[in-house]
């Protein structure tokens, strides 16, 4: 019953209080640091450059992202635009949504990736975590799924969610986090459409979704704990931070984040990494050498 309530909650909360379109005039809404920090953060996307973006960071900024072990440090996080922006010199970056705190200390931020690997097209969503010293970032993390980059140069990487559909057979930070670790669909569905990895239409009835999370819980034993969340214009941000054991042909241990974000129209968004899950260790570094360099 406890948990039924911290689900109700959650959702009045949502419910109850717009979304912020990051580059709308409704950007007002946000803090007068992060409407700083967002100018700055469209300006390099549209013309991405390497001094501009470690601009975005202050000095002794940190930043996680998939597919690393542990956060990364000024030098690295150089050295990692650096390779993006010689492979894909046509890298952008849109950023379509932004929500804050009220301190403006903590900002949550989707974004398109468009640009060029290897003569093909690729576009992407990512979703970031911001916590913000004044308008630059202090720490940083990125969650995605790192096969939309890498699937239109490796075709047959494999989707985790591939043939789920509508034919496919609803709280408070600690009972989701119960729910997640302990993988029961029943406690962490909410909303009216899921859109997640790996779905190119979201979700709209119960047991597509419930289908989705099984699909999920399958492939990785999750070890979560609660990070950063944000309530505010009628969207809620819930950070879940941890490791995934991964089953299949390459079991191992990886560190693994998940983002949901909840709209008071009723979508839920999950923004996670299935890399690690479809493809061999040795495979993925093979693909992020292709981007990254490493």
């Known amino acids: 019953m406890a948990k039924a309530r911290g689900l109700i909650a959650l959702v009045a909360a949502v419910l109850m209080s717009v979304a912020v379109p990051a580059g709308s005039a409704y950007a007002s809404a946000l803090p007068a640091n992060v409407r700083e920090f967002m100018h700055s953060y469209r300006q390099w996307g549209a013309a991405p ?3 501009a973006y470690m601009n975005l960071f202050t000095p ?3 930043l996680m992202d998939s597919g690393l ?6 030098p690295k996080i ?4 650096v ?6 010199p046509d890298y952008r970056f849109d950023p379509f949504t932004a929500t804050a705190s009220p301190d403006g200390k903590v900002v949550f931020v989707q974004a398109r990736n ?5 003569g093909k097209p690729v576009s992407f969503t990512t979703m970031h975590r911001l916590v913000l010293e004044g308008a630059q970032v202090r720490q940083g993390r990125r969650f995605w799924d790192q096969t939309e980059l890498f699937r239109p140069v490796a075709p047959d990487l494999p989707n985790l969610f591939a043939g789920l559909g509508e ?3 609803t709280a408070e930070e600690k009972p989701r986090q119960r729910a997640w670790n302990s993988e029961r669909p029943a406690a962490l569905i909410v909303g009216t459409g899921l859109t997640g990895p790996g779905l190119s239409t979201p979700l709209s009835s119960r047991a597509a979704k419930a289908a989705y999370l099984r699909r999920l819980f399958g492939a990785v034993d999750l070890d979560l704990r609660a990070g950063h969340a944000v309530r505010q214009n009628g969207i809620a941000y819930l950070e879940w931070i941890g490791t995934a054991s991964v089953a299949g042909d390459h079991p191992r241990t990886v560190q693994f984040g998940i983002v949901e974000r909840l709209n008071r129209d009723g979508e839920w968004t999950l923004a996670f990494d299935t890399l690690d899950v479809v493809a061999s260790p040795e495979r993925i570094a093979q693909l992020r050498a292709l981007i990254f360099g490493r």
Do not use: F, H, M, N
Request: a negative charge; proline letters at 3%; hydrophobic letters at 45%.
């Open 83 to 88: 390779g993006v922006l010689e492979v894909v």
């Open 69 to 74: 072990a542990a956060p990364i440090d000024g």
């Open 49 to 51: 450059t390497v001094e």
């Open 114 to 118: 468009t640009g060029t690997v290897q």
């Open 78 to 81: 150089r050295a990692q635009i």
């Open 60 to 62: 002794d900024a940190t």
């Open 167 to 169: 034919s496919a057979s």
